[in-house]
């Protein structure tokens, strides 16, 4: 970046013409003031170089005299800088991995594979936050702590799978699992997301008393009741006719979620498919912005020496010229 300091100075460029002017008009009315009576033979010599470069001096003089203008104007170089200040959110993903959520009411496959398709977006789709996983069936255990490494994340949510931990559905002890990763942030924010498809039936923790504690802490839970309206497909695998699928109703204890939602200032969802599973994510999201703060300031360094150094080095060759090569007769 340039600019000038002082621009009120540069007006004092208008003087330059005015000389350039004066200089033209005084030149064409001078005359010689050695007289003689036969100039044949000087003509016969032809014009001195000397002759054809006389306006030198004066170019020079007016040049030097233009940066002397500009110095004065104070010419400035400079950088502009930025500096993000970011307010990072910790958000604690908590998912129920008990064998009803193999129910295929959510496609292409069920309803932990869609989940953990949508988690996966919604885990490349921020920045700057603290992310960590949560997985809770009969128990419940930290399948990833808090961490930037979305990466690292991102593979631990890959080897999710049914059957890690002996079935049940104990919601209590995932979001108290889930405080318990929390209860110590110094985020601006500490989220919790809890997704589940059934009824809190174990667990030594029950989920009101969890969503008290998580309120203590200012935590906020959304949760996200997942699984259609009514009966659901649900494979049952045979030792003898292999597998082969069976209706189950679906039963979500939606009071009991939208309740710990409200406690803990959240909000409760209901996904009856993956896309409204995406659009869920999606809206949780949005409400739960990264505060990033830009300041932007510029350094400016001073210009003006290089030029005054310029017009005096011009008025020394105007002077030095003008006392050698250019010299006049008295």
């Not at 044949?40 to 030198?56: C, D, F, N, P, Q």
């Not at 129920?96 to 959520?101: A, E, G, L």
């Not at 919790?192 to 009101?208: H, K």
């Not at 009514?230 to 109703?249: H, N, S, T, W």
């Amino acid at each position: 970046m340039f600019r000038f300091a002082n621009p009120e100075f540069l007006f004092l460029l208008l003087i330059l013409p005015l000389m350039l002017f004066w200089y033209l008009r005084r030149s064409l009315r001078s005359r010689s003031t050695v007289r003689y009576s036969d100039i044949a033979l000087i003509k016969e010599v032809g014009t001195s170089s000397r002759r054809r470069y006389r306006h030198l001096l004066f170019l020079l003089r007016l040049a030097a005299l233009a940066l002397m203008i500009v110095a004065f104007a104070r010419p400035q170089a400079g950088s502009r800088e930025e500096e993000m200040i970011t307010e990072g959110i910790d958000i604690v993903l908590s998912m129920d991995i008990s064998s009803s959520m193999l129910a295929e009411d959510f496609q292409p496959k069920n309803r932990l594979e869609a989940a953990k398709l949508v988690a996966a977006d919604f885990i490349k789709g921020r920045s700057n936050d603290r992310i960590g996983m949560v997985v809770f069936a009969g128990q419940s255990f930290t399948q990833c702590p808090l961490t930037l490494d979305y990466g690292i994340l991102l593979k631990f949510l890959e080897e999710i799978h049914i059957g890690q931990i002996e079935d049940g559905t104990a919601i209590g002890m995932g979001l108290g699992t889930s405080i318990n990763r929390l209860r110590d942030s110094k985020a601006r924010s500490k989220v919790v997301i809890l997704l589940t498809d059934g009824q809190n039936n174990r667990g030594e923790l029950d989920p009101i008393t969890a969503a008290r504690i998580a309120k203590s802490f200012n935590i906020r839970v959304y949760t996200i009741g997942a699984g259609s309206k009514g009966e659901a497909l649900y494979p049952v695998d045979d030792p003898i006719f292999g597998r082969r699928y069976v209706r189950m109703p679906v039963n979500i204890d939606e009071d009991l979620l939208r309740r710990v939602a409200e406690i803990t200032s959240g909000q409760y969802f209901r996904a009856t498919d993956k896309t409204s599973l995406e659009r869920i994510y999606k809206e949780i999201s949005a409400m739960e912005k990264t505060k990033i703060e830009v300041k932007q300031y510029t350094r400016y360094r001073e210009l003006f020496s290089r030029y005054l150094i310029a017009a005096l080095i011009l008025l020394a060759l105007e002077v030095i010229l003008g006392n050698t090569i250019f010299r006049k007769i008295p």
